[in-house]
């Protein structure tokens, strides 16, 4: 096997950052896709200078760790949960983190001194499903990732869809119960997917079944004083418990309401489903194409392929990093 440092002595290496509501990965990658280093962040910040030091010092972190290993970094890019003005860097709203208003490309950009390429966090995760991953050659796509919240992707026509002021694609607004739950951050509506499919909708199902069933591995683990999250789910899941199965099952049944309007929408060849839920696979995703086979229309719901995201958690990461190689390549 040839030694890691290899194509970044010959190439250089873009990092990418997916900035999510909770977390942060930011990774160097170089231009065959592999990743070099990786530094995470958990916290949730209280303003916005808080946010780009999380980012700044991420980014400085990789880049520390590789310019030491002798290669150098050219470009970052950026995933944010934002709706953003691509012109101006700006982000213009956001559900999940306190950046609404603020510039944020230039003052990251200030602060790293590296060309900056900056795009919604789904969208770059489109992109490397679409490019590389779980969604290659397909014409029309698209993409579910569960985290904190749920963002979507589109590739509609062989063209990632942004709609007519960058707002579209919010694929995790998408009504499924008119009367449901309130939804998170700033969305006014009720019962969007992602009032009842993200991470902490999944913990409040497991939170149900364990008060209900306090005999299961997950009632013991609330008997115990553990924090029913949803990493917790999954792991109990996989060790076969059926409470937590069941809690997944009730997740995935939305879910599959979700993809079937998407089926009937869109007529895709593939529906990607990433971010950190899918670490339960096919607990999460057999129940959603049960759903999806009992209700969307034919001949979509036949064609449709409903996978995972080939790089799971870090499709966004790696999208950021697309996002930077494109930027790199694309004229001033
Ligand atoms: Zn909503």
Redesign the pocket.
């Known amino acids: 096997m040839q030694p890691v440092w290899w194509p970044i002595v010959s190439t250089g290496c873009v990092i990418g950052v997916d900035l999510g509501g909770t977390k942060l990965l930011a990774g160097a990658v170089d231009r065959e896709l592999n990743v070099h280093h990786r530094a995470m962040r958990t916290a949730r910040a209280a303003d916005h200078h808080a946010v780009i030091q999380t980012v700044v010092s991420a980014v400085g972190e990789v880049r520390d760790a590789i310019e030491g290993a002798s290669g150098s970094v050219q470009a970052v890019g950026i995933g944010i949960p934002c709706l953003i003005d691509e012109r101006r860097g700006i982000a213009v709203m956001s ?1 999940h983190l306190p950046l609404a208003g603020v510039p944020f490309r230039d003052l990251v950009a200030e602060r790293i001194g590296l060309p900056l390429f900056v795009d919604n966090d789904a969208n770059a995760a489109m992109l490397a499903e679409w490019r590389f991953g779980a969604a290659r050659g397909a014409r029309d796509a698209a993409l579910l990732t569960i985290g904190t919240g749920i963002g979507g992707g589109l590739v509609v026509g062989g063209a990632l869809q942004r709609g007519s002021q960058g707002a579209g694609a ?1 694929l ?2 998408m ?1 499924v119960w008119a009367d449901g739950p309130r ?2 951050g700033a ?3 009720r019962g ?4 009842l499919v993200s991470g902490p909708a999944l913990a409040r199902e497991a939170q149900r079944l364990a008060h209900e069933r306090p005999r299961s591995g997950l009632g013991e683990a609330l008997a115990a004083g553990r924090e029913i999250s949803g990493p917790l789910v999954t792991e109990l899941a996989h060790d076969g418990d059926t409470a937590a199965i069941d809690a997944l099952a009730a997740i995935g049944r939305w879910l599959g309401v979700g993809v079937a309007n998407l089926v009937n929408m869109l007529n895709p060849d593939v529906v990607v489903i990433g971010g950190g839920v899918v670490a339960a696979g096919e607990l999460l995703l057999e129940p959603a194409r049960a759903v999806v086979a009992q209700r969307a229309l034919s001949p979509s719901r036949e064609h449709v392929r409903i996978v995972p995201a080939r790089f799971g958690a870090e499709s966004g990461m790696l999208g950021a990093a697309t996002l930077a190689l494109d930027g790199l390549r694309a004229p001033a």
């Open positions: 559900t919010e995790g607004h009504v939804c998170n969305c006014p509506n969007c997917l992602e009032a």
